[in-house]
């Protein structure tokens, strides 16, 4: 199996521009997870999904924050308008147990100027 | 809101000895969970313990033990007998038990160094 698939790997974009991030967890995988991580915050749940379906989203910072998981092979996580205190590495984890076991994704690192 | 406080950026240990990595946290709520999770190179993020508030016995797995303080609001993790294999990021975790958000909040995590 590939693992957990992010795209982009690297973002850097203008302040006020909108970003999306792509993840593809590993197949057969019922759980996926969406995580910031910053040297001022740590790591941070944002939301997760189970069956596609979100369940807790209380971990998104704001409005401009928004995810979807249109199929099992697929979740996307948008910033629209991004802003520069958005910038962190963003993971992408998927689990067939839900908490017990995670599978982490490279990361996107996102630079927001 | 509750915090997660891990004090200790690093900890080394030469294999086969004990480490205890620490944890803070900080809530008003009586009823929940705390967790201590392990990442390594590999970037999985494994489950190591879980202790429930309401139990007053220590969580204990294998070589890996908790010493929970609830009063203090203390949550260490011991690992005793280190292994190569125990090198990896270890975060420690708090989650409500009482309703509401199922996300977890993190510490920014420990990094292990683990000498042969």
């Known amino acids: 199996d590939a693992g957990v698939i992010q795209s982009p790997r690297h973002e850097v974009t203008e302040m006020g521009q909108e970003v999306t991030l792509r993840c593809k967890p590993i197949?057969?995988?019922?759980?996926l997870f969406w995580y910031r991580q910053t040297m001022m915050r740590g790591l941070e749940l944002l939301i997760y999904?189970?069956?596609?379906?979100?369940?807790?989203d209380s971990g998104m910072p704001e409005d401009r924050f928004s995810a979807k998981m249109p199929n099992a092979s697929f979740s996307t996580l948008k910033i629209q308008p991004s802003e520069p205190r958005d910038s962190a590495v963003y993971f992408c984890?998927?689990?067939?147990?839900?908490?017990?076991?995670?599978?982490f994704g490279p990361g996107t690192r996102l630079l927001v100027l | 809101a509750q915090t997660v406080t891990q004090s200790q950026p690093e900890m080394s240990v030469q294999e086969a000895e004990t480490v205890t990595l620490s944890c803070t946290y900080d809530?008003?709520?009586?009823?929940?969970?705390l967790f201590w999770y392990k990442q390594p190179p590999s970037r999985q993020m494994i489950l190591v313990i879980r202790?429930?508030?309401?139990?007053?016995q220590n969580a204990t797995e294998n070589r890996f033990s908790v010493n929970f303080q609830k009063a203090a609001k203390s949550f260490s993790l011991k690992i005793s007998d280190s292994q190569l294999g125990d090198a990896a990021m270890y975060f420690c975790a708090y989650r409500s038990a009482s309703g509401g958000s199922y996300i977890p909040t993190f510490g920014r995590g420990t990094s292990l160094i683990v000498h042969p």
């Open positions: 197949s057969g995988h019922d759980y």
């Open positions: 999904f189970n069956n596609n379906v979100p369940i807790d």
């Open positions: 984890a998927s689990s067939y147990v839900g908490w017990e076991t995670q599978y």
């Open positions: 809530t008003s709520e009586s009823d929940y969970y």
């Open positions: 202790q429930e508030a309401y139990k007053q």
